[in-house]
Structures are given as structure tokens and as C-alpha cells.
């Protein structure tokens, strides 16, 4: 199932030849669901199990600009550094016995073609998958770790560098929470959709031009992993969220180095679930 905010309201994506179509999830279901995406993440079993079923019903032509965020509230963002080598290598810091692990406040989550205002300083990309939980999960153990897992989406965690790396230790959150520094979408895609859900194409490029490009099957740790490691100590509740890391090729390691322009559009994508775009402007 793929499931989308298409103008506030929670929909059903449906393919029709090389078009996308919208199946309204609170019309469909008779007011059972919906229309409130985020509500749905508290009853997600019953919901997939309906969705699964679903009899034909009418569906609308995707307008692109009406989709938002396909997790707009979250209570919980976490967030992971250092999760690939080659990341953690061009960073300059050893892979970590544990997650390097910081939060983006939720009121930086936008959605797919937002237009972020850029503040002062050094703004920078990195693609990520982001891993919505389905249920309260708390001290969940690895083998079962992915059926506490609504669905995947791509993120953009960009971050102004400067605010980050300002002072005695960095400020990973605040430099990672400016308005609109969290683009996710362009929806959620449940894992049974996925050939091989740990091994996933992820890339972006800027403008044009090629600047990540990996596989999670590279991620130190793997979605099970984090689930097991999170959980351990905060509840995971459902519709939270996790950023789950990106590969090299970020702006500020790059000689010379090269951050977001007002002019650029940056385009993010990972394998089985489509294309995030982000565009810019000067605040």
C-alpha cells in the first residue's frame, strides 16, 4: 500500500499505467478512516487489514502540488548520524558503539515540493530513508522488529551548518530544525511493497548534479537494529518517526565545499518508493 496527504486529507495510491491516482480513505472506507492521516497510525492493523480489501472505489488524478507531508504530526522524530561508513569516514569520526542518535523537532516536517526559506549560514543536504513506526513498540527484539513498521518514505535532513557546529559541541538539533528542514514524501510506502526492504537504492542530486548515492543495505545499522537499539530505551509511539542516516557526499565535506542556493532544486530518491523534491528561497 502506498499512503499519501493529498490536501489534508489521507488517500490510497493507486497506479494507472504511468499515472498516479488517489483513492479518498475516509469516502472509501464509509467514515470508518480517515480523513486525518495522522489518526490512522493508531489503529494501523485494522486500517492495513481494510486496506488490503479494498473494493473498487472512485479515484482522482494526482495533482503533485496538493501533497503534504505523509506523516504531518509526529509526536517523536529521531534522528541517526554517522550511520554509513563512507559517512562516517568523510565526517571524520569512527563508527560508534551506538547510534549517534538527535532529534529534529517535529515543526521542521514539511512535504514533498515545499519551498524552504533559506536562513544565514550553510545549508546543507542528506538524504535519508525514514522509517514510520506502527504500533507502541518498547524493548522489541530484532526478529520481530519489522512488524512494528508502518512504512518507509524519503527524507531530506538538511542542516545549517554553522548553527550546528557553533559553540564547544555541536547543536545537531537546533541546526537541523530550522522551518521546513524536514521534507519528507512524497508517501509512505508499506514494507510488503519492497523486494528486498533492507537493500534500497537512496541518492540525490542538486541542480542537476549527482551528490549521494548508496544503498541502505550499507547502513551500520540496519532498520531492525535501530528499532532494537531505540526501543530500548524511549516507547517508539505509533506514527513516529526515524531519520535513518546518509551516505557521503554532503555539502560541507566536499573540497571545495558546495551548500544550497536559493536557485536550487534538490532532488532525492530511493528504489520502490519515487522522488522527493525540494525547492528554495531566500528568507
Not at 488517489?22 to 478512516?33: P, T
Not at 554509513?84 to 532529534?103: K, L, Q, R, S
Not at 518498547?138 to 527524507?155: K, M, P, Q, S
Not at 528542514?181 to 523486494?195: H, I, K, Q, S, Y
Amino acid at each position: 500500500m502506498k499512503l499519501a496527504n493529498l490536501d489534508g486529507r489521507a488517500v490510497i495510491i493507486e497506479q494507472d499505467g504511468n499515472t498516479e491516482r488517489a483513492i479518498d480513505v475516509e469516502k472509501a472506507s464509509d467514515g470508518r478512516f480517515g480523513p486525518d492521516l495522522q489518526s490512522l497510525f493508531e489503529e494501523w492493523s485494522d486500517f492495513v487489514a481494510w486496506g488490503a480489501a479494498i473494493p473498487s472505489a472512485e479515484s482522482i488524478e494526482i495533482d503533485a502540488g496538493g501533497l503534504g507531508a505523509p506523516v504531518p504530526s509526529p509526536r517523536q522524530v529521531f534522528a541517526i548520524g554517522l550511520n554509513y561508513a563512507e559517512h562516517a569516514a568523510e565526517a571524520g569520526y569512527p563508527p560508534d558503539e551506538m547510534p549517534v542518535t538527535f532529534t529534529k523537532f517535529p515543526s521542521s516536517i514539511v512535504g514533498p515540493n515545499a519551498v524552504v526559506e533559506l536562513p544565514e549560514g550553510h545549508v546543507d543536504w542528506e538524504v535519508e530513508l525514514v522509517v514510520v513506526i506502527a504500533k507502541k513498540t518498547f524493548r522489541v527484539d530484532r526478529e520481530n522488529a519489522w512488524e512494528h513498521v508502518a512504512g518507509l518514505t524519503i527524507g531530506q535532513d538538511l542542516s545549517e551548518r554553522v548553527t550546528q557546529l557553533q559553540g564547544t559541541l555541536p547543536q545537531f538539533s537546533l541546526g537541523k530544525s530550522f522551518p521546513g528542514f524536514g521534507p519528507t514524501g512524497p508517501w509512505l510506502v508499506t514494507p510488503d511493497e519492497f523486494a528486498d526492504r533492507d537493500d534500497l537504492a537512496i541518492e540525490c542530486s542538486l541542480s542537476g548534479e549527482g551528490m549521494q548515492s548508496s544503498r541502505t543495505s550499507m547502513m551500520l545499522y540496519d532498520v531492525p537494529e535501530l528499532l532494537v537499539r531505540l526501543s530500548a530505551v524511549c516507547p517508539l509511539l505509533p506514527g513516529d518517526m526515524i531519520f535513518s542516516g546518509t551516505p557521503s557526499g554532503i555539502g560541507n565535506r566536499r573540497s571545495p565545499q558546495r551548500f544550497i542556493r536559493a536557485d536550487d532544486v534538490l532532488v532525492s530518491r530511493i528504489e520502490g518508493i519515487g522522488t522527493l523534491t525540494t525547492h528554495f528561497d531566500n528568507s
